[in-house]
């Protein structure tokens, strides 16, 4: 009898130390979950361009999400991204490329899941700063002058990059045939949105910044994009030599730089 108890006794502490483990490692892997990377794209350029960037952050064991960007206006792009990224469950990281910048800056404000911000070359505006004010505040950018507007029937109007000009301005340290595909694929941003006051306080304030300089870029000066990085108070890299794509010529770079920002936030 004595020995069915003690055998009893040591199976239930058997088990209870089992349940346990289990507890715990069930609580390690709720705690230690990857975040997802949201991946919002700028003017002339479209989600496919993130595939490479996608491709390593889903072998590493990221959920991503590459947002179809509107480009028709700050306010409403942002509300845009800000329902996507309020369909997911759990933390994000959120990244994004040129104009991309400014929409995220505003998406994410008291959005309590987004572990962090990462600029790709990026605007980092503050409250009424506009993309073509910032843009043009340092000298370098070559993009005004390469302008192709499209009249649209609702009387706005829509903003290419000239195909002559696109690989030399935005895409300079891409093959010529990759960049020459990139222009015919463009999508336009609107005047308007380019020219969108940021409004209310930036969620660059309160969650921490990663800012992914682009050193040879023809489109945001370098210097314009050093600025905003230091007011964000971001954690900076800079690539040598990089065009404003910097997401598609360096796509390692690009992802272990968000992998990063990942890494330092998540137990925020």
Do not use: C
């Amino acid at each position: 009898m004595r020995l069915k108890r003690k055998a009893a006794f040591l199976a239930a502490s058997v088990m209870a130390v089992g349940l346990s483990v289990f507890a715990v490692n069930a609580a390690e892997a709720t705690t230690g979950r990857k975040p997802t990377i949201v991946l919002v794209h700028g003017a002339f350029a479209d989600a496919s361009g993130f595939t490479e960037v996608s491709r390593r952050l889903v072998a590493r064991g990221y959920p991503v999400r590459a947002a179809a960007n509107p480009l028709r206006g700050v306010a409403s792009d942002a509300a845009y991204v800000r329902a996507l990224l309020d369909s997911i469950d759990g933390p994000i990281v959120l990244a994004g490329h040129s104009y991309g910048g400014s929409v995220i800056s505003r998406s994410a404000v008291g959005d309590r899941d987004v572990r962090a911000l990462v600029y790709l070359a990026a605007y980092v505006p503050d409250t009424g700063e506009t993309a073509a004010e910032l843009t043009g505040r340092f000298p370098g950018s070559t993009v005004a002058d390469a302008l192709r507007p499209v009249p649209l029937p609702d009387g706005g109007t829509d903003l290419y990059i000239d195909p002559a000009v696109f690989n030399e301005r935005f895409a300079g340290d891409l093959p010529a045939r990759q960049a020459s595909l990139l222009a015919v694929a463009q999508r336009p941003v609107t005047a308007a949105a380019l020219n969108e006051p940021a409004t209310g306080t930036p969620a660059w304030r309160t969650i921490p910044s990663y800012d992914l300089i682009s050193g040879g870029d023809l489109i945001i000066p370098p210097a314009a994009q050093r600025f905003m990085a230091k007011r964000a108070n971001a954690t900076v890299q800079v690539v040598k030599g990089s065009s404003h794509v910097v997401f598609l010529s360096h796509p390692e770079v690009t992802a272990d730089f968000i992998e990063r920002a990942a890494r330092e936030t998540s137990r925020r």
